[in-house]
């Protein structure tokens, strides 16, 4: 089993250190091989995924993510910029879904923003189609506007598209997902303004229909915006595309509180996929041994799950950071008075112990 | 000053009804004239937005609008739908700058999803930009791909585009605004990927240093989809495109947990508007008379002071809601124990009787 470790900028190296060390306890036979990306990338290779990464990540069986990114490098032209890494394996990989667990955990209902009897129990799938619709579409560009309101002006544009073989893969896996779970999926989509939303809708009917087992419903994307606001435990699984995932993934993480104990797992037609936290790089804190490991600690259950085929592995780890949970182990982000504050290492060695 | 009167369905009847009501205290000379829009006008008509409605609504100063939709129209073809008429309106008298304040009343802070030291106090202005971006973007439609992932198989497809005189008009607007307020503008967009984003992000850097005295930042929609949960309050105006600005507006309205109290304005570039609640048509709830004519009846007060210019009756009505609150009247919507439950109608009567 062969793993691309990706740690990437900020505190991609501290979190993903932590995470292999849980994987290095577990006697598996892991084959496991460090490359570069994204911005400490760009500046040994002059691109943020070089050939040799993408490689490595193209014959593993999964890759264990970290983060990318830094504000450093935000007057770099786009191409260059970090986050072209992540667009650039998923395209490449073909990871067209994505998985995103919104999870309240039971000790972290505090730190939410929400009343705790709004998030207690939380639950809930986000399911983003990942390799499709604006952030892939072509044509894309600057040119001058031939009509529209200021014909002969400067305008930019992209193009938003989905195929009916995108939609239909995607769908059977919201649907497949939904049957080990509490069978409903939400179907998220912006019909009443975009044709793309309207074939959308119609696939998602029609893929809902060899899944009678599971309820679908649907829902625009501002609604949805709102409704995870007012009710989130009302949803069970969520699919939507690209472009709306990017923005509801977060917010409902965000609702947690807990940003930083949810892993998300991006995967192709093969189960060969991508696992990273669904945090960022955190800058700002990076090199301060503080930033919590356990996003990317679950990511890699995650992998071990659903690319590596080793369930028994990836919950005894998910178990293990209940266990540290329980234990009143907090890294500061999740600190809470009357818990015990510890950096990284100690939540990575906590875990461990704990396994 | 003539206004153009349009209920529409639902709810719409019964909070317009109240609104008028207190327009019509007011002493001014407003001329009001009411007209069919949405679902009805399409049963009445044939199509939501009546060539006669559109025709009253140009020729008016303001329109004061209800709100539009119900489950029963979801089946007809997308150009009959009631969503459809308001849509017709903007493009139609060039409603670019969309006015979506949240604000979270002191009396109210109990209704939001947030926990109160959150939201008490909020208040925020999100400027949408209503008649650009994916919404109207040529082309649009089906066709067989022919390339992608997919080729050779059917795809619906959308145009995100911005041109530049598009966006430093609505940049003009937010940075105005933001000089009357806390003189700070966060501009919204997802320049790591789109291309319309980053022009957007260009020209809104451009427009800015014309506004030295006011602080400019800049956010990806997903980073913001997330910060508007977790601190709400650090935003002054936030300004965004067309699509974002459906779904964060959206977002930060339920935030308050009062959108019943939430108006609108939507402005050309000559002053003339829409105003309208922030809520929707709540055909679930419509002809019970119970629901909160607040958010109109303030829309009303911001049609007086943008379009009407008649500030003095503007503040008149605002400070009139203002005492309903605190005589603790509410309808359903924002009802909690110790206040006084009130119908529609009483609302509306409370608010005349405040004047
Ligand atoms: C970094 C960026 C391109 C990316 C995205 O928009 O998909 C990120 O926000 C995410 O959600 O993984
Ligand atoms: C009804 C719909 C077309 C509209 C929009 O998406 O703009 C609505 O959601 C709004 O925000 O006013």
């Known amino acids: 089993m062969k793993i691309a470790v990706l740690p990437g900028d900020g505190i991609g190296t501290e979190i993903v250190a932590e995470a292999v060390k849980v994987l290095n306890a577990l006697d598996l036979k892991l084959e496991m091989d460090t490359a570069l990306v994204g911005g400490c990338a760009y500046e040994a290779h002059g691109h943020p995924l070089p050939e040799a990464t993408l490689k490595l990540a193209k014959e593993a069986d999964a890759v264990l993510f970290g983060a990318v990114g830094d504000w450093k490098y ?20 073909g990871l067209f879904a994505n998985f995103r667990p919104a999870i309240c955990y039971e000790q972290l209902v505090g730190a939410s923003s929400l009343k705790p009897e709004l998030i207690a129990g939380l639950d809930i799938l986000i399911i983003r189609e990942l390799t499709g619709d604006i952030y892939f579409g072509q044509p894309r ?19 938003m598209r989905y195929s009916r073989p995108e939609i239909e893969r995607i769908a059977h896996v919201a649907f497949q997902a939904a049957q080990k779970r509490n069978k409903r999926v939400t179907s998220v989509d912006k019909n ?12 998602m009917v029609e893929v809902g229909q060899q899944y009678p087992d ?25 699919v939507t595309g690209n472009m709306f995932g990017d923005i509801l993934s977060d917010e409902a993480s965000m609702l947690t509180g807990s940003i930083g104990m949810l892993p998300s797992a ?26 919590n490991p356990l996003a990317t600690i679950l990511s890699a259950a995650m992998m071990l799950r659903f690319s590596l085929n080793q369930e028994a592995a990836a919950q005894r780890i998910e ?19 009357g818990t015990t504050k510890v950096s990284t290492k100690e939540m990575g060695d906590a875990v461990l112990k704990a396994l």
Chains 1, 2 share one sequence.
């Open 214 to 238: 599971v309820e679908l419903d649907h829902m625009l994307v501002d609604n949805a915006a709102m409704q995870l606001v007012k009710a989130p435990k009302k949803f069970d699984v969520l």
């Open 74 to 93: 935000d007057k770099l032209e786009r191409q260059f910029r970090p986050e072209q890494a992540i667009l650039g394996l998923r395209k490449n990989l």
């Open 192 to 203: 009443n303004v975009l044709e793309t939303s309207q074939l959308w809708k119609d696939v």
């Open 266 to 291: 991006s995967l192709n037609s093969s189960n060969q996929g991508l696992y990273e936290p669904s945090h960022g790089s955190a800058p700002d804190i990076a090199g301060k041994g503080i930033a």
């Open 319 to 337: 178990a293990a950071v209940k266990k540290v949970l329980e234990q009143g182990f907090r890294t500061a982000d999740i600190y809470s008075e």
């Open 141 to 159: 560009g600057r040119r001058i506007a031939t009509d529209g309101h200021f014909p002969g002006a400067e305008e930019a544009f992209d193009t």
